[in-house]
């Protein structure tokens, strides 16, 4: 299969209209993953006033809420709390490998798998997150200590993400395992990986360009606030 770049400019609302549909929650043109599964929401291309109402209603009064990628300017009245400069990469030439050490995860791991998601902030994971895909872990002494996962589906794509290891397990190439078991499965599937990063994080991305990862693009992760009730009542 040759998957299209062109569904990752916006991969959060071509997998809410595709692989997700099952778990998109609707208002007008608007589309988000219920709260406890991740706090993605994508707008309309040049979205009107009334796509914003639609996404206040969604979120309500004061709520935040992730707007990836480039969005117009903001209403009067809202606010961005927070603006995290990211890049996408893409795997066209990553193979993968299967790995005998590693298991799958799955909804009886999740305060496991929160409590390593709370320790090494590897991006926002939810306690449904597990079910936008398949989420792998490697665990030493029965506990775990390295994960990594799928998470966005565009046509084509899947993005691999919530890779993050103990740091006291840091230094054995256990998130390069990970990322390429990862891979592997979605080859069989006959799609191909791609992943996002803080632009900051730059020996992550040393490490996803050794694995032949390339940048796709730039992005930005940003995080907007709904105006107060009364500022909404104008």
Known sequence: MTASPAVLDDPVRASLLGAHAHLTERRGRVLRYPLDVSPFLSMPPEPGPADWDDVAALVGPAGQVAL??????????????ANVPGVQLTGERLAGADDADVVRLGPRDV????????????????????????????????????????R????????????????????????????????????????????????????????????????????????VRVPARDAVLG
């Open 68 to 81: 990836p990628g480039t969005v117009s300017a903001l209403p009067a009245g809202w606010e961005e709390v």
């Open 111 to 150: 305060p496991e798998i929160l409590d390593l998601a709370g320790r090494t902030k590897p991006g926002p994971f939810l306690p449904r997150t597990v079910e936008l895909g398949v989420y792998l872990g490697i665990r030493s002494g029965g506990v775990l200590v390295a994960m990594a996962g799928e």
């Open 152 to 223: 966005l589906r565009p046509p084509g794509w899947t993005e691999i993400s919530a890779v993050c290891t103990d740091p006291a397990h840091r230094g054995r190439g256990l998130a390069t395992r990970l990322v390429l078991a990862v891979a592997a499965g979605i080859r069989r599937r006959g799609e191909t990986p791609f992943l996002h990063a803080s632009a900051a994080n730059v020996g992550a991305i040393r490490l996803y360009e050794r694995l032949g990862f390339r940048l796709r693009r730039t992005t930005d992760f940003r995080t």
